[in-house]
């Protein structure tokens, strides 16, 4: 069965710190890869996805970028954090684009200060 | 493009009443729709998805969901709620990208 891993699962920085959040994607091959961002209160915010090594799609331009150096490994990072970047970071995959079900990681909730 | 709206922030229901949560969609040929759950400092839970074919759609955990569409709606129903299904509700549209498109979540609040 596939399982998806998101570590760490809390993080407080300051302000102007850089960030590093890592998903990993175990039991499939080739998945499609998502970040999101969870604001206090509900909203969904996809940030980026990927569709393969090296392929990243960006949603909303922000001080944070998305790599994907392994498969299975998506990787959200920033290299000065701002206030307004706290909020709970989930990671989803599919197994396709499109009209197929997205699978989510247990998120990292982040607060900057 | 695709879009999903949530008209509703919050239900309430009592334990044991059936329960509905609303969803409509607007979409440009054919929709493929789904229903999310979350728990509280839980990511997503996949519970049922609409591609095409019968218009009443059974999930997880007791869940279903009606599509109609000429109502364009894709509600999500549960003929007996209990307290544990007390949670944050999304309803997800397929964008016509390669992404899901969110409703703005309804917050599902069973009392004993």
């Known amino acids: 069965s596939q399982t998806i891993h998101q570590w760490p699962a809390t993080l407080v920085q300051p302000v102007g710190s850089p960030l590093s959040l890592e998903c990993t994607v175990e039991g499939t091959s080739n998945p499609n890869l998502y970040w999101y961002r969870q604001a206090a209160g509900r909203g969904l915010q996809l940030l980026f996805y990927s569709v393969g090594i090296g392929q990243i799609s960006s949603e909303v331009p922000q001080n944070l970028s998305a790599s994907r150096p392994q498969d299975r490994q998506f990787i959200l990072s920033s290299k000065k954090l701002l206030l307004s970047d706290s909020g709970f970071y989930l990671c989803?995959?599919?197994?396709?684009?499109?009209?197929?079900?997205?699978?989510f990681g247990p998120g990292t909730r982040l607060t900057v200060t | 493009a695709q879009s999903v709206a949530q008209p509703e922030d919050q239900v309430n229901v009592a334990e044991g009443n059936p329960l509905t949560v609303k969803c409509t969609y607007s979409?440009?040929?054919?929709?493929?729709l789904f229903w999310y759950v979350q728990y509280p400092n839980r990511g997503l839970q996949f519970l049922l998805k609409?591609?095409?074919?019968?218009?009443l759609v059974k999930g997880s955990y007791g869940f279903e969901a009606e599509f109609n569409k000429s109502q364009t709606s894709f509600h999500l129903k549960k003929p007996s709620a209990l307290v544990s299904d007390s949670a944050l509700y999304f309803c997800a549209g397929y964008s016509g990208y390669s992404t899901l498109t969110f409703g703005k979540g309804t917050m599902l609040l069973v009392s004993p």
């Open positions: 979409v440009s040929g054919n929709p493929y």
């Open positions: 989803a995959w599919s197994v396709l684009a499109g009209a197929y079900e997205q699978y």
């Open positions: 609409y591609i095409t074919g019968d218009n």
